[in-house]
């Protein structure tokens, strides 16, 4: 089966809410502000996303924006886009992953289940269960500070042999394990750890898939097109430069930072479904001061590509 190449730059996307309703004009925008950007792929309801606050029907219409927005320029060469699913039970993801099946995505970006912690062989059948109930390929993520599960890797090496698992988000990996997830063989190594992005494709890693590439997405862009042309010292500076504005955009459970910055460049509301909360005020602000130094909030204008009426609302 064919796979879609992951390297390079992927962006969670946020999920626009206005009144608690899906924006889909502000994700549509959102999009096309990103692949205006070059980004190599993007994806939806993942995390970032609040993939897990979103019924079926507003998972598959937000996809259809999405969608509809990377097939404009031409529609036989879409920019993929992966889905995010996520849960503790093997049967609905399975099921979440099945009635997708027949959207034109790259695939599903599909989390160890959270809560439950199963055995090695219990993430193994899990995996594989998802896999026979679609036909896409399934980019493995492993992130055990919210599942608290971590895969390990004869286990990632294992999946990756039946070959429907290319590719694999990593986060919170020691320089050891990063490594031992880079030398399998094919594998597509993408850091989910955006501060880590830089280290793991120094070290032969295929990109990253990070939150933080919703801000100054172009700079994200250009750090990869610099290593990959192994101007390495180039592409430190200029990553050097976005670290403090990385850690800021983590400095509360994401996306609330990420949706604070794009509600203060005019992009969508602040707006978030429980139990997450906008940003305290405190962190607003520092994060505002970063956005400001690094040329991405010029005074109190309003960009020319987003006048949506929430923020028309919000300025008078």
Same mark, same amino acid.
């Given at each position: 089966?064919?796979?879609?190449?992951?390297?390079?730059?992927?962006?969670?996307?946020?999920?626009?809410?206005?009144?608690?309703?899906?924006?889909?004009?502000?994700?549509?925008?959102?999009?096309?502000?990103?692949?205006?950007?070059?980004?190599?792929?993007?994806?939806?309801?993942?995390?970032?996303?609040?993939?897990?606050?979103?019924?079926?029907?507003?998972?598959?219409?937000?996809?259809?924006?999405?969608?509809? @927005?990377?097939?404009?320029?031409?529609?036989?060469?879409?920019?993929?886009?992966?889905?995010?699913?996520?849960?503790?039970?093997?049967?609905?993801?399975?099921?979440?992953?099945?009635?997708?099946?027949?959207?034109?995505?790259?695939?599903?970006? %599909?989390?160890?289940?959270?809560? %439950?912690?199963?055995?090695?062989?219990?993430?193994?059948?899990?995996?594989?269960? @998802?896999?026979?109930?679609?036909?896409?390929?399934? %980019?493995?993520?492993? @992130?055990?500070?919210?599942?608290?599960?971590?895969?390990?890797?004869?286990?990632?090496?294992?999946?990756?042999?039946?070959?429907?698992?290319?590719?694999?988000?990593?986060?919170?990996?020691?320089?050891?394990?990063?490594?031992?997830?880079?030398?399998?063989?094919?594998?597509?190594?993408?850091?989910?750890?955006?501060?880590?992005?830089?280290?793991?494709?120094?070290?032969?890693? /295929?990109?990253?898939?990070?939150?933080? /590439?919703?801000?100054?997405?172009?700079?994200? @862009?250009?750090?990869?097109?610099?290593?990959?042309?192994?101007?390495?010292?180039?592409?430190?500076?200029?990553?050097?430069?976005?670290?403090?504005?990385?850690?800021?955009?983590?400095?509360?459970?994401?996306?609330?930072?990420?949706?604070? /910055?794009?509600?203060?460049?005019?992009?969508?509301?602040?707006?978030?479904?429980?139990?997450?909360?906008?940003?305290?005020?405190?962190?607003?602000?520092?994060?505002?001061?970063?956005?400001?130094?690094?040329?991405?909030?010029?005074?109190?204008?309003?960009?020319?590509?987003?006048?949506?009426?929430?923020?028309?609302?919000?300025?008078?």
């Amino acid at each position: 089966m064919p796979h879609t190449d992951f390297s390079g730059v992927w962006v969670p996307m946020p999920t626009p809410f206005f009144h608690g309703a899906i924006d889909h004009a502000a994700a549509s925008d959102h999009a096309q502000h990103l692949l205006d950007s070059g980004v190599h792929g993007l994806v939806v309801a993942g995390t970032t996303g609040e993939g897990y606050a979103l019924r079926a029907d507003e998972r598959r219409r937000l996809l259809d924006s999405v969608l509809a @927005v990377s097939a404009r320029r031409r529609p036989d060469v879409r920019t993929p886009v992966l889905v995010g699913l996520e849960g503790p039970a093997t049967a609905q993801v399975a099921d979440a992953a099945r009635s997708l099946n027949d959207m034109p995505i790259a695939g599903f970006l %599909v989390s160890a289940p959270s809560y %439950v912690r199963p055995t090695t062989e219990g993430l193994y059948r899990h995996f594989m269960s @998802v896999a026979e109930a679609t036909d896409k390929p399934i %980019v493995l993520y492993n @992130v055990p500070a919210r599942t608290g599960t971590s895969m390990r890797l004869p286990c990632v090496a294992r999946l990756h042999a039946q070959g429907r698992f290319p590719a694999i988000k990593a986060c919170g990996q020691t320089i050891e394990s990063l490594q031992g997830l880079i030398d399998i063989d094919g594998l597509q190594v993408l850091s989910g750890d955006d501060d880590g992005f830089f280290l793991t494709v120094q070290m032969g890693g /295929a990109g990253g898939i990070m939150a933080s /590439a919703n801000i100054l997405t172009e700079r994200f @862009v250009e750090i990869y097109a610099l290593m990959k042309a192994n101007r390495i010292e180039d592409a430190w500076a200029l990553f050097e430069s976005l670290r403090p504005l990385i850690r800021l955009l983590f400095s509360e459970p994401n996306p609330t930072p990420v949706k604070a /910055a794009l509600s203060m460049r005019g992009q969508m509301a602040e707006d978030l479904r429980l139990p997450l909360l906008p940003m305290r005020r405190e962190g607003r602000a520092a994060l505002k001061q970063a956005l400001f130094q690094l040329g991405a909030l010029s005074g109190d204008s309003i960009p020319p590509y987003c006048h949506r009426p929430w923020h028309r609302a919000k300025a008078s």
